[in-house]
């Protein structure tokens, strides 16, 4: 069959010229930004997976809400409430992407909803968490402070009974840390940081199914710059300023 006269027959081995790649490679750029950049890249609080998750059929959760979405971390903060023999508790958790060597993962961590609410209520206009605790900063600062610990107890102390859904990075007495503002010189070399602290304390832990037995602290710390201006450590006060620090 022959194409009408004044019609041209396509050519389909015609390689797609430079304009038309560069406006292919754009399209698929751009679907990958909006997916990592969006909400979608992280499953939502409500969502059925993380429920099974999170509750394992055991319990249920009320009132879930979520309290921020950091799109540069991947990181979702969520709250909700649950009932246990008839006392309704607060439950928190986090949900967040993270990057292996050949594909990602959602991983799903419980954490004490004052430190949700705090570190995921407060988020950067970038979209990460907000620099709170500098010059210091959040990493730092939990590092000396759980060599702190370290020092005051005589020993590295972990609870290996939390619930196993907590990663193991909460299972010390001090589970997480979170600065409620920049941290002042109060004298040359140390630096004086008011924290929140999520401290777990078994020794008043009750039979639970639900929850991981912690409590918020908030109290300020004292901190040192180590020898040649590397690394932070707690001074000696340390023990006094955990004594002092107000149970939440």
């Known amino acids: 069959m022959t194409a009408p006269t004044g019609l041209a027959t396509p050519d389909n081995n015609v390689p797609l010229s430079p304009l038309g790649w560069l406006t292919v490679y754009a399209v698929l750029l751009a679907g990958l930004a909006w997916y990592w950049f969006s909400s979608y890249a992280v499953p939502g609080c409500d969502t059925r997976e993380n429920m099974d998750t999170l509750t394992g059929g055991k319990f249920s959760?009320?009132?879930?809400?979520?309290?921020?979405?950091?799109?540069?971390?991947?990181?979702?903060?969520?709250?909700?409430?649950?009932?246990?023999?008839?006392?309704?508790?607060?439950?928190?958790?986090?949900?967040?992407?993270?990057?292996?060597?050949?594909?990602?993962?959602?991983?799903?961590?419980?954490?004490?909803?004052?430190?949700?609410?705090?570190r995921y209520g407060h988020l950067a206009w970038y979209g990460g968490f907000a620099a709170q605790g500098q010059p210091i900063g959040r990493e730092a600062l939990l590092t000396a402070m759980l060599a702190g610990m370290d020092g005051v107890r005589g020993k590295t102390l972990y609870y290996a009974g939390l619930t196993a859904l907590m990663s193991p990075q909460h299972h010390r007495e001090i589970g997480d840390?979170?600065?409620?503002?920049?941290?002042?010189?109060?004298?040359?070399?140390?630096?004086?940081?008011?924290?929140?602290?999520a401290r777990n304390d078994m020794l008043s832990a009750a039979d639970t199914t639900v929850l991981a037995i912690s409590v918020l602290q908030q109290g300020d710390f004292t901190f040192t710059r180590g020898a040649g201006g590397k690394g932070w450590s707690v001074t000696p006060q340390f023990a006094e300023e955990l004594a002092q620090a107000r149970v939440q």
């Open 61 to 118: 959760l009320d009132k879930i809400k979520q309290v921020g979405y950091s799109w540069s971390q991947k990181s979702r903060g969520c709250l909700a409430t649950v009932t246990q023999d008839g006392k309704a508790l607060q439950f928190a958790w986090t949900i967040t992407r993270v990057q292996g060597r050949r594909r990602s993962r959602v991983e799903h961590d419980y954490a004490h909803p004052g430190i949700v609410q705090a």
């Open 177 to 197: 840390i979170e600065p409620l503002g920049p941290c002042r010189e109060v004298r040359p070399g140390v630096h004086s940081c008011r924290l929140l602290l």
